[in-house]
Each structure stands twice: as structure tokens, then as C-alpha cells.
């Protein structure tokens, strides 16, 4: 494939992209946004609209930059940074996509594991929820959580590793032990 091609693909690609992630962040274009641009007025009140716009704005932007980068690499027969660069852009169109739900009027919430409900049989999600019930998180300011309720899942495992967690109790984000309950921990905490 002939250079030119490739670089008047990308910049033309790019162009739409960066045009609308423009409208998004600075000119409050939000009709673009499909399913607000259709919701009842009712229904708008509950988004949060700038956050949103601004959100998907500046990752259109981002991955408009990424496709000229990427273009420009293939141009130059660059395969590793090309194929680098866009796994970069699937993994920004990820976050925009993940990222993006904090702000729409039914946020998911910890503990919802929407997700694996949709994904699993009832009975491998319920064989999941109930291992899971069995573990809890636990920050070094004493609050202890069903890890459940906190949106873990740990299933079938061993050990008793750590994660960084934002605390639910002091608020501050620290490493907290994961662990399984102790009998009248299983009816204190649930």
C-alpha cells in the first residue's frame, strides 16, 4: 500500500475523531452522546453531562492523536510501534467505555457484579458469590468489609494478599489484607 494512502487514511480518521472529541470537551455538543441525546428531560437531570462530554471528548482527542502516531509509523514501516500503538488505542477505547459509566444516572455500584451476572450461568454465579462471602477487607484503621459488598471476588483461593482499596471507613486509599472470616466475623460482618 502505497505511504500516501496510509498517512491520508489515518489523518482523515483522525480528523473525524478529533472533531468530535472538540464538540464533546468545549462546545457542549451533547446530542452526540447516544442515549442522552434521546432521553426525556426527566431523564437528562440525572446525567452528569459535563463530566460525561468532557470525559469522551478528551478520549477521542487521545485517540485521535494515537491514530496519526500510528499511521505515521506504518508509513515508515514500523511494525512494533504500530501494532504498540494500537493496543494503546483499544486499551484508551476501554477506559472510555469503563471509565465513562461513573457518570451516567445508574452508576454501577460496589458489589452489583453486573458483569459476571450477565456472563455466567445462575448457578456458577451463585457458587461465586457464596465463596466469596466468605472473605473479607480489611484496612489497617480496623474497618472490615464483606469483600462481596466491596465488589471483590476471590473464589476457590488461597492466601491472604493485599490490594490498595480506597477505605470505606476512614475514606483514605491504603493497603488492605484480604482475608477469610472467622466464624463470628461471618455473622458480624455481612
Known amino acids: 500500500m502505497p505511504t500516501y494512502v496510509l498517512l491520508i487514511s489515518g489523518a482523515s480518521s483522525a480528523l473525524v475523531l478529533g472533531f468530535l472529541g472538540v464538540k464533546l470537551r468545549y462546545l457542549e455538543a451533547y446530542d452526540l452522546i447516544a442515549g442522552y441525546n434521546r432521553a426525556s428531560a426527566a431523564d437528562k437531570a440525572k446525567y452528569d453531562i459535563e463530566g460525561l462530554s468532557q470525559h469522551l471528548g478528551n478520549g477521542l482527542m487521545t485517540m485521535a492523536v494515537l491514530i496519526v502516531l500510528a499511521s505515521i509509523a506504518a ?59 466468605n472473605w473479607l477487607i480489611e484496612c489497617p484503621c480496623g474497618h472490615m468489609a464483606d469483600l462481596w459488598n466491596a465488589g471483590g471476588v476471590r473464589y476457590k483461593a488461597t492466601g491472604e494478599p493485599r490490594q490498595l482499596t480506597a477505605c470505606q471507613g476512614c475514606g483514605t486509599a491504603t493497603w488492605q489484607k484480604v482475608r477469610r472470616k472467622t466464624a463470628s466475623e461471618r455473622r458480624l460482618v455481612a
Open 75 to 133: 508509513a515508515l514501516e514500523s511494525l512494533t510501534w504500530c501494532l504498540g500503538l494500537m493496543g494503546v488505542f483499544v486499551f484508551v477505547a476501554l477506559l472510555i467505555v469503563i471509565g465513562g459509566r461513573k457518570f451516567l444516572p445508574d452508576p454501577p455500584q460496589p458489589g452489583d457484579h453486573r458483569f459476571l451476572k450477565a456472563i455466567l450461568p445462575e448457578r456458577a454465579f451463585n457458587a461465586i458469590r457464596e465463596g466469596t462471602r
